[in-house]
């Protein structure tokens, strides 16, 4: 139990497209997702929380209107990179907490963005 | 605010020998802790918690943890390694009255067969 998927798994675009990334908890209702951007050989770093039927709230530093995250549905939240740089190329991880808990986060697989 | 320290960048352990992977946190009120793990080009993988109860908390794959209040500390551990545990390991704190998890830097753990 407690399946957090993510699509793409690697992705691949021109610099000024914009890329979608799909984060759904396949076996559980998730109220609250999670968004991180991960560097080569670093930690996570946090980059927005996701509430669903709500506004994301973005950490300090992290340009709301550059990475757009929608949370429609209590299984699905989605994160659009916006007129994507070479510098948004990163290994993007979401994670969910199952409704009702906030225990433990289960992440998804990420997906790797390389912007040309 | 709240913190985690992965002191060591890198474990090296023999096959079948034990292992562990130090964390220290930081936080403001009680912690909530957990170990992840991640295999490369791969999400994180939960291992194990601690959110109250018994101090030594024992999760996946063998691991477990002690959970040691009074040295802020959170070790992982697991009583023989296996080649297959090779991966990066990372520690986790969360205040009990937040959602938003801090993670260490990571460790990463090499068993040499």
């Known amino acids: 139990g407690a399946v957090v998927s993510q699509h793409p798994s690697w992705v691949i675009c021109k610099s000024g497209t914009s890329v979608k990334i799909e984060c759904r908890s396949l076996?559980?209702?998730?109220?609250?997702m999670f968004w991180y951007r991960q560097f080569p050989k670093q930690s996570l770093m946090l980059m927005a929380t996701?509430?669903?039927?709500?506004?994301?709230?973005?950490e300090q530093g992290v340009e709301k209107d550059k990475f757009l995250i929608n949370h429609a549905s209590l299984t699905l939240s989605t994160l659009t990179v916006t007129s994507a740089h070479p510098e948004d190329s990163s290994f993007y991880i979401c994670?969910?907490?199952?409704?009702?808990?906030?225990?433990?986060?289960?992440f998804g697989p990420g997906t790797r963005l390389t912007v040309l | 605010a709240q913190s985690v320290a992965q002191p060591e960048d890198q474990v090296n352990v023999a096959e079948g020998n034990p292992l562990t992977v130090k964390c220290t946190y930081s936080v403001s009120g009680n912690p909530y802790l957990f170990w992840y793990v991640q295999y490369p080009n791969r999400g994180l993988q939960f291992l194990l918690k601690y959110i109250t109860g018994d101090n030594l908390v024992k999760g996946s794959y063998g691991f477990e943890a002690e959970f040691n209040k009074s040295q802020t500390s959170f070790h992982l551990k697991k009583p023989s390694a296996l080649v297959s545990d090779s991966a990066l390991y990372f520690c986790a704190v969360r205040d009990e009255g937040s959602y938003q998890l801090t993670f260490g830097k990571g460790t990463k753990l090499s068993v040499i067969p």
């Open positions: 994670s969910a907490n199952v409704a009702g808990s906030t225990d433990t986060q289960y």
């Open positions: 076996d559980f209702q998730a109220t609250t």
């Open positions: 996701s509430n669903e039927g709500s506004k994301a709230t973005y």
